[in-house]
């Protein structure tokens, strides 16, 4: 069975600076990664994923992520912060060889001060 | 397009009682699935379908029945409600071609059990 962990449950980061959220996961088959974004009381939405194409993946907001398979990681990041980016994040992996079965990690709660 | 709709918005149920969450998308997507959120652990998955007629367990199927008779249609069923699912309950959807196409998620359903 697939697994993810997101190390922090919150991050915060001033304005402008360097944001990094991060994910490892295990695997026994070729998997497929996605990071959502949760805004207060609202659904989830995609940011990116990453399906065994390049390995570095460009999302929306100026988030991207690479696939490392040899650290198991798939890092978010994004240059500069904004206060639009408060939210929580979450890493979520499909199984290979049967990708409607998505696993989410628990989650990381990004707060950006001004 | 509406996306995916759930109803109700909030419920709070007594021990016991049974309901039943209601999931519905205009995509024409075959996959639906049914997540719960408890603080702490991300999103687990319920019970999934990859199409009418078709459903099967997910991480934490006990205490939820589920049907697919349409397309656009996947309710969720509580028999009788216990305190332990209390939790807010999110219905996603999407394409199943062969590929892990995201997600897309409803608004969710708070619940209460008492």
């Known amino acids: 069975a697939q697994s993810v962990t997101q190390l922090g449950s919150h991050v915060s980061v001033s304005e402008g600076a360097l944001v990094l959220l991060r994910c490892n996961y295990s695997?026994?088959?070729?998997?497929?990664l996605f990071w959502y974004v949760q805004y207060p009381n609202q659904g989830l939405q995609l940011l990116l994923k990453?399906?065994?194409?390049?390995?570095l993946v460009k999302g929306i907001n100026g988030f991207e992520a690479e696939f490392k398979k040899s650290e198991t990681s798939f890092h978010l990041t994004k240059p500069s912060a904004h206060m639009s980016d408060a939210a929580e994040y979450f890493c979520a992996v499909s199984e290979g060889n049967n990708f409607n079965k998505f696993y989410f990690g628990s989650g990381t709660k990004l707060n950006v001060k001004p | 397009n509406a996306g995916v709709t759930q109803t109700p918005k909030f419920q709070v149920l007594k021990t016991g009682q049974s309901m039943t969450l209601q999931c519905a998308q205009d995509?024409?997507?075959?996959?639906m699935s049914w997540y719960r959120q408890d603080p702490g652990m991300g999103l687990r998955l319920i019970h999934y379908?990859?199409?009418?007629?078709?459903?099967d367990q997910g991480e934490v199927p006990n205490g939820y029945n589920v049907s697919r008779s349409t397309t656009e249609d996947f309710p969720l069923r509580l028999l009788s409600a216990a305190p332990s699912q209390t939790s807010v309950y999110f219905c996603?959807?999407?394409?199943?071609?062969?590929?892990?196409?995201?997600?897309?998620f409803g608004p969710g359903t708070r619940l209460t059990v008492t």
């Open positions: 695997s026994s088959v070729p998997p497929y």
């Open positions: 379908s990859v199409g009418a007629g078709i459903t």
């Open positions: 990453y399906t065994s194409a390049a390995t």
């Open positions: 995509m024409n997507h075959e996959y």
């Open positions: 996603a959807s999407s394409q199943d071609r062969g590929r892990p196409y995201e997600q897309y």
